[in-house]
């Protein structure tokens, strides 16, 4: 079985953001994304996610350095001054 290396992005941002984020995201290249609902405490505060306006989300995108680094640097620049905006990558190993 082939194995790809590739990164994995980890988004954890406003639930607020979500379709804007998508838009983002596959303008930017990606083939797909997964979405979930997070919560949590950290530097932004407490995310209860009881209500949508004060809810996050995380999101996860699978591509190469190429397109890991374009959407890092656009999410960035776009809304990581107004909005909580973490995001992390992982190298992962896709079995194909």
Same mark, same amino acid.
């Given at each position: ?9 980890? $988004?954890?941002? #406003?639930? &607020?953001?979500?379709?804007?984020? *998508? ?9 797909? /994304? ?22 996050? $989300?995380?999101? #996860?995108? &699978?591509?190469?350095?190429?397109? *890991? ?9 776009? /809304? ?11 190298q992962v190993?896709?079995?194909?």
């Open positions: 079985m082939p194995v790809q290396s590739m990164l994995l992005l980890t $988004i954890l941002t #406003e639930a &607020v953001l979500e379709d804007t984020m *998508i838009d983002e995201l596959m303008a930017l290249g990606a083939k797909g /994304y997964t979405i979930s609902e997070a919560r949590g405490s950290g530097t932004h505060g407490v995310r209860s996610g009881k209500w949508t306006v004060s809810g996050n $989300i995380r999101i #996860e995108v &699978v591509g190469d350095a190429a397109l *890991i680094g374009r959407i890092v640097e656009r999410l960035q620049a776009q /809304y990581d001054r107004d909005y909580g905006l973490l995001m992390f990558t992982t190993e896709l079995q194909n």
